[in-house]
């Protein structure tokens, strides 16, 4: 991996001097304000859609965006929301899909992931998304599978205990965005009519 040594070898030429005082304060300081929950797709890139710099966005990224509901139990993506929230108390919480996701394709159309069986395991926590997909007449239609993902996982997110606290004091808000490759433009979806969202 050649062109990785050489990146890191560019950034402590020019980018580390550049934000030397940035960084000299974030050793000592983690105070994101964000919680970033995005798609382990590569050409997802917080930070690039967004434009921030280290510091800014606590992020997490799991196949297809997916935020399992609280259940008894820990597990790294709770956890990492409980942290986010409950410990260094970011007012915002994103949740954002993107077109040509592999994983709502594969759902959306039905791909056998036989040989894949921990990948369709875990799509499992997507199957409100396509319950809901289906119910609006949009089997098979990828592009309403991710918005509707993006809508199920915020209601997963709210039965985690720290964010349906932090939700009821009023010290966090949910947003989903949908992110579009092709266009680089992002999509701001309206999920306050969801009553699990807004509760
Ligand atoms: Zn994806």
Not at 177 to 192: C, N, Q, R
Request: hydrophobic residues 50%; contains cysteine.
């Amino acid at each position: 991996m050649p062109h990785l040594a050489e990146g890191i070898d560019r950034f402590q030429r020019e980018v580390f001097p550049a934000k030397a005082g940035l960084f000299a304060r974030l050793a000592t300081v983690h105070r994101p304000r964000t919680l970033f929950i995005g798609c382990s797709d590569a050409r997802v890139v917080p930070e690039l859609i967004t434009q921030t710099d280290p510091g800014e966005l606590f992020v997490i990224r799991t196949a297809g965006n997916l935020v399992p509901a609280h259940t008894p139990g820990a597990d790294a993506v709770s956890a990492g929301v409980e942290y986010a929230v409950a410990v260094l108390g970011v007012r915002d919480v994103v949740v954002c899909g993107h077109s040509a996701c592999g994983a709502m394709t594969a759902l959306a159309e039905g791909h056998d992931l036989a040989s894949a069986p921990a990948v369709a395991a875990w799509l499992r926590h997507a199957d409100a998304s396509l319950a809901r997909t289906a119910a609006a007449g949009r089997t098979g239609d990828v592009a309403a599978l991710v918005r509707e993902n993006v809508a199920a996982q915020l209601a997963n997110l709210a039965t985690h205990p720290s964010v349906a606290r932090a939700l009821a004091a009023g010290d966090v808000r949910l947003h989903g965005w949908v992110f579009d490759i092709a266009a680089g433009s992002v999509e701001e979806l309206d999920t306050t009519a969801r009553p699990a969202v807004a509760a």
